[in-house]
């Protein structure tokens, strides 16, 4: 299915280098990348395996780097600007020196005052320049430090004259998926897929093609042959005493630093697939280690939902709006975002599989408030010497539109449900000032479909009976 393509930023269009087809294969829990190196650079980057032609390969670091890269301009940079902010610290230890040193000849209060205005002015014209540096310093080492956890150049010890494997270990590379739905009308949606990936493995991605996977690459399973399911005499088993030794403690993982990486100002377009269920391709893929989301359109499609308001009182007293459909393709992640005709209806939504089709949780009606307060308990002994307690109980449903337009809800309430035969439970009334449509199911559920006008208020009362010997002691 065609679909309009998103641009993305980094110039996502690239080509092969010397003839060779470069490829990415992303999993679950690591990444491979198939490609033919320039100069033997590779980037920025910890903990990667290269390979050439299945023979491993040794890395080096060094202090320089070509500086047409871009993660090597961005190290020169703060290269840069860490010399100017320790030459401004120096030129100011040197002002210190010559101010303390000892004057000699004749006390001229004239130039006493222009050295010391000169003084004043080159001393706080340095720190300001020392504390602008410290700044940008700071802001330059954090965003290079969420592109990628290595502080030197990395590249092959030996150049390979073929491609090269890098494998990178999990979370260096990875991606997730997220869905968008936009409302057509209230009763259509347009679904689009997306992937969402992110690179952080200090090594800039030029792949002409790159597959994306949701399953892992290293799976051991556990070989299984027949046993006979034995019974043999019971043996009773000796006790014994064992020493508990000490429990060795695991060695505490350094966390990755992460906040935002700058985006540059070259677009292109991007051209991603759906393959199979779980599995995605991407043509021409531009991924550079910025620490930032690249967020791709896969597949789009149409689907009929039917959207109800719901609300559970005896859970939360919060209506919801709630959309049903049937998915033309699987549904793989349940991260939503919601638009009606541009407008952000939720950028944080969640769906679900149920009961043979796929809900989707809209947003909050903030225009319907419900109260739900318990009714005051009367309990009386009945039956054949009064050995039978009845427990009358209830609660009452204050439901109110505040909005200037009709709306109908689903309100979903529930009665206890009996788990013994000597106690049974009945529904008594479900009654209000109007009439109104309910239906009770099974396991004590109670739906109630409701029609308010604009500004309209509506009580309903829900009783029920518990029965039970009075010697028992009940709790619900």
Partial sequence: MHLSLKKIGFGLLCGSVLGHTSVLNVYQDMAVYTFAPQNGYLGFSESVKASCKGDELLLKEQQGCPSKERLCQEFLAHQKTKHALVSASEKLKMLDKLISFPKSGDFDPKSWIEGAKMIGEESAGLIMEQEK?????????????????????????????????????????????????????????????????????????????????????????????????????????????YKTAMPKMAPMANGAIVSEAMMADESASIEASYEDARTYKVKNLSLPSLGTAVDVPVISWNASAECKIHVYPYV?????????????????????KIKSKEEIVSDNASGEYYEGTYRLYVKTEEDIQVLRTPIVQNEKNTGFFGSTARKKDGFMLEITNKSDKPKTLIVTERIPVSSAEEIKVKLLSISSSEKIEYKELKEGRIEIKLDLKADESKEIEILFEISYDKELKIDY
């Fill in 316 to 336: 939360s007293t919060i209506p919801y709006m709630l959309c049903t459909f049937e998915p033309v393709y699987q549904i793989d992640s349940n991260q939503w």
């Fill in 133 to 241: 540096l410290k700044t940008a310093f700071a802001m330059e080492e954090e965003a290079f430090s969420r592109q990628t956890q290595s502080a030197n150049p990395l590249y092959l010890q030996k150049e390979c004259q073929e491609e090269i494997k890098l494998t990178f270990p999990h979370g260096q590379i990875n991606f997730s998926n997220f869905y968008e739905a936009e409302f057509l009308d209230e009763n259509h949606i347009e679904v689009t897929q997306y992937l969402s990936i992110l690179n952080r493995s200090g090594v800039d991605i030029k792949a002409d093609s790159a597959m994306f996977y949701y399953k892992a690459a290293h799976r051991y399973i556990n070989p299984i042959h027949f046993t006979p399911w034995i019974v043999s005499r019971y043996v009773p088993q000796v006790s014994r005493a």
